[in-house]
Nanobody, 128 residues
Framework: QAQLVESGGDSVQAGGSLRLSCVGS????????MAWFRQAPGKEREGVAAINRRGTTDYADSVKGRFVISKDDSKNTAYLQMDNLKPEDTAIYYCAANPLCWVDGGPTLRRAQLYDYWGQGTQVTVSS
């Protein structure tokens, strides 16, 4: 059974940093794309950052220059380094994976419909 487990969410002050981790298990495939989404109360889910099997990344404009997505294939783990956090970054952050992903790059990587497996989410709260 496929499973994604996020960790690293916390409460921080504006300007602070957090690093989220997502460990995947129970699925096979050599073309793994992974992504981070977030959803704030009353708002639609947003694709924040994504990475494909070659390491090509894509970011939402709202986080460019502040967030960095990376992965360790040997550990089936994706990371989201978040710096210079703002109150508007407050949300539940979800990890997603597609082990048979053929997307080479671009904003398609951040489309929720691309992903088959989802984690339960981790809360990030940024206070001003």
């Amino acid at each position: 059974q496929a499973q994604l487990v996020e960790s690293g969410g916390d409460s921080v002050q504006a300007g602070g940093s957090l690093r989220l981790s997502c460990v995947g298990s129970g699925y096979t495939g050599s073309r793994v794309c992974m992504a981070w989404f977030r959803q704030a109360p009353g708002k639609e889910r947003e694709g924040v950052a994504a990475i494909n099997r070659r390491g090509t990344t894509d970011y939402a404009d709202s986080v460019k220059g502040r967030f960095v997505i990376s992965k360790d294939d040997s550990k089936n783990t994706a990371y989201l380094q978040m710096d210079n956090l703002k109150p508007e970054d407050t949300a539940i952050y979800y990890c997603a994976a597609n082990p048979l992903c053929w997307v080479d790059g671009g904003p398609t990587l951040r489309r929720a419909q691309l992903y088959d497996y989802w984690g339960q989410g981790t809360q990030v709260t940024v206070s001003s």
